[in-house]
């Protein structure tokens, strides 16, 4: 057993010393909820989130940077209908045994046990109370078709899966092993029912096979990997097929836990809490019997309050875990290092203040933001001076709080937006019946960095090879910041298309910075075009786009140009897409000469770029030994059919399409020939020319 010390923040806290952000509110959304629960996005891992406060349907919430000026809201919200599917797995069980001699054997707390619990008596009761979601979490990976895989978990002990594509705003059941089903009638040893005589029995028998909580982990192979805990305190590992359609492996831990209310993995810990309030970290590990060993019991006092909130971070500067998990208005962290073994714990709590947290979420590996019932969220900051371990708390003032409570908060995937959860916590403010179902959600900020900042910081964030997609919420936040003319102006002087300068050589670094332009670009011309349709200031920004447009497409056609050009012999396919970027290139030239006349007032901006893009285009052609360039392309006529944006071939029609999932231009299928137009072949992750999105593959049904 490791050594633990201990460092105590009395009262309210400490102040950090440092002045107190505020949240900035960037849009605001209703969402209706049967129930009112804290903690009440049951999974949130930034950019998606999933809500358990719906009795007959699973509500999720998906980040987007599609939002548009009349629906601003960065998320899309995708629902499930429960009421539908509604198995009742332990019914099979009681049905077995004799309730009404069980319930006469009972003594009075036994009586009141049995009664007060659906789950025991519900073969026999007139009126079955509703079941409610008791979890709702997203698996780590994907199904073989790309579709996200969802899996919920009500009262009853029931687990469905659901799947959908990606920024679909519906969940659809997937036909699936029956979790369960499998757990009852397969994976438990069998019981004698006509042994089963009075509660105790019956209550070891149905909890053995009742399902109160699940995880996912990430599994090591194609497959998927679930963490069950039951209500008897055992833990299930079960390694599932790519599909979901089959069990091809289980391992199971008895522990002295009572029923298991929370589960929470991060990397390769998984942190366990039950209804008595006993708080566990175990470690997933393959070389073990059961996979899972017990790394510390961080609470084992029976204080009967549940774990509903915990959060695990790792911080690579000191090489250690943090886990924090909150209890009743306290916040209790402690330290673990990385290795583990022989070394020495950290612990500390602090009193966050009022009754009761209500939300908590990481705003990075050592530091939290924490909603309860007050007129104002906390942000908590880890002191970890070598054996100093504290917490220290800063209040973030929210008018909102002055009639609304915090049921939850989640910070997006790379800290940059705050989403809040409220329910109205005033009488008079529920008026109407369904108010008191509407949950308001509000996203915004905490940081004091103005637009620049925040492009300049997804600027350093990105990289050539790799797609945008997982900065969705940078995306989001600068649509947001536009449509609510939050520092306007700061857009419209980002990067004039005047100050880019075209050398003779392209550079990837040029291409990111014209992408991100491309974002920006885009948000304002739809800004306008809602305000100012068909007038001439509308008409500068789409004018402006379509210069912007032809800088990135002759950026890129220069870059996959300049890497053929240092081969000695060129391949069937990159000779064919050669001469199909090079048409287009001086198309578009054409094009710009011919739309910006002398009167324009992008004319001269245009004009200098065409002359150095023309001139080192022609260089590029006299070096690939093509003789004299396409000059002469009609700039109206465009190529024919619809053309891979990449390498400018034409896409034969099919059945299938390779497209962008943010701007959904397509390119080849055939991804290994283009490939060939990129330095590190192999490696190469291609993204979109113009939006710097990821591509996927879509089969048209017919």
């Known amino acids: 057993m490791t050594s633990c010390t201990e460092t105590t923040i009395s009262g309210g806290g400490q102040d950090s010393g440092k002045p107190n952000p505020q ?20 999974h949130a891992d930034g950019d998606f989130l999933a809500l358990i406060g719906s009795k007959s349907s699973v509500v999720t919430l998906e980040m987007t940077h599609k939002n548009t000026f009349s629906a601003p809201f960065s998320y899309i919200l995708a629902d499930f209908e429960c009421s539908a599917v509604d198995p009742r797995p332990l019914d099979v069980l009681a049905n077995q045994v004799n309730l009404e001699s069980i319930y006469e054997s009972c003594n009075v707390l036994e009586a009141q046990a ?40 009500n009262t009853r002990g029931s687990i469905i899966f659901m799947s959908k594509p990606s920024e679909y ?29 009075n509660f105790q029995k019956y209550q070891a028998f149905m909890d053995r096979a009742w399902i109160t909580m699940f995880a996912w982990l990430t599994s090591q192979d194609q497959g998927h990997a679930l963490v069950l805990g039951t209500a008897n305190g055992s833990l299930w590992l079960l390694s599932l097929s790519s599909d979901v359609q089959t069990l091809r492996e289980h391992k199971v831990l008895e522990t002295s836990l009572d029923r298991i209310c929370f589960l929470q993995a991060f990397e390769d810990l998984l942190l366990v809490g039950d209804v008595k309030g006993t708080i566990r970290l175990y470690r997933v590990s393959t070389s073990n019997e059961s996979c899972l060993v017990l790394v510390k019991e961080l609470w084992s006092k029976a204080d009967r309050m549940g774990l509903q909130r915990g959060v695990i971070t790792r911080c690579p500067e000191r090489g250690c ?8 208005a306290h916040l209790l962290t ?10 020495e714990w950290l612990e500390t709590r602090l009193y966050v203040g009022g009754m009761k947290i209500t939300g908590l979420s990481a705003l990075g590996h050592n530091s939290y933001v924490v909603g309860n ?19 220290k708390k800063q209040s973030i003032p929210m008018d909102m709080l002055e009639n609304f409570e915090v049921l939850d908060l989640s910070y997006s995937l790379n800290g940059n937006l705050l989403t809040v959860f409220l329910n109205r916590n005033k009488e008079y403010m529920n008026s109407h019946l369904w108010q008191r179902s509407q949950i308001v959600v509000q996203v915004g900020k905490l940081q004091d960095e103005n637009a620049e900042e925040t492009l300049a910081r997804l600027a350093k964030k990105l990289e050539f090879n790799e797609p945008i997609n997982p900065y969705t919420d940078y995306l989001a936040e600068l649509r947001m910041k536009i449509f609510s003319q939050k520092e306007l102006q700061t857009y419209l002087n980002f990067s004039p298309l005047d100050s880019f300068q075209f050398a003779e050589d392209a550079t990837d670094s040029q291409l990111l910075k014209l992408k991100i332009k491309y974002h920006v670009l885009q948000a304002i011309a739809h800004l306008h075009s809602n305000f100012l349709e068909l007038t001439e200031h509308a008409r500068k920004f789409l004018d402006e786009m379509e210069l912007l447009l032809a800088m990135l497409v002759t950026t890129h056609i220069r870059l996959r140009l300049q890497f053929l050009r240092t081969l000695s012999k060129l391949t069937p396919f990159q000779e064919e897409a050669a001469k199909s970027m090079f048409k287009e290139a001086f198309r578009l030239i054409n094009k710009l000469k011919s739309d910006f006349n002398e009167n324009h007032p992008l004319k001269c901006t245009t004009n200098a ?32 059919g619809i053309r891979c944006c990449v390498s ?3 896409i034969s029609l099919s059945l299938e399409r390779r497209y962008c999932t943010l701007c959904d231009r397509q390119i080849l299928m055939e991804l290994e020939n283009l490939q060939e137009l990129y330095e590190h072949n192999d490696s190469q992750q291609i993204t979109c020319p113009f939006c710097h999105g990821s591509f996927t593959e879509e089969l048209l049904n017919a």
């Not at 009761?125 to 079941?131: I, L, Q, R």
């Not at 875990?321 to 009743?328: D, L, N």
Request: proline share 7%.
């Open 334 to 343: 402690w330290c673990m290092q990385v290795s583990g073994e022989n070394e």
């Open 648 to 650: 400018y071939l034409e």
């Open 609 to 640: 770029f065409v002359e150095h893009i023309s001139t080192h285009l022609e260089i590029l052609h006299l070096k690939l030994g093509g003789g004299n360039p396409p000059k002469n392309m009609d700039p109206e006529s465009e190529m024919p």
């Open 321 to 328: 875990y943090y886990i924090t998990c909150c209890k009743a």
């Open 114 to 153: 049995l009664a007060l619990e659906p789950v025991y008596t519900s073969v026999c009761s007139a009126a079955v109370p509703p079941a409610k979601l008791r979890a709702v979490k997203k698996a780590n990976g994907l199904l073989p078709n790309g579709n996200l895989l969802l899996a919920s978990l």
């Open 169 to 197: 705003p519906g969940w659809s059941l997937l036909e699936s092993l029956n979790v369960a089903v499998i757990l009852r009638d397969n994976l438990l040893p069998p019981m004698k029912s006509s042994k089963i005589n």
């Open 373 to 391: 019932i007050s007129k104002n969220l906390h942000r908590i900051q880890i002191s970890h001076e070598g054996q100093e371990f504290s917490l």
């Open 23 to 42: 949240f900035t509110v960037l849009a605001q959304s209703d969402i209706r909820q049967d129930t009112i629960e804290d903690f009440l996005a049951s």
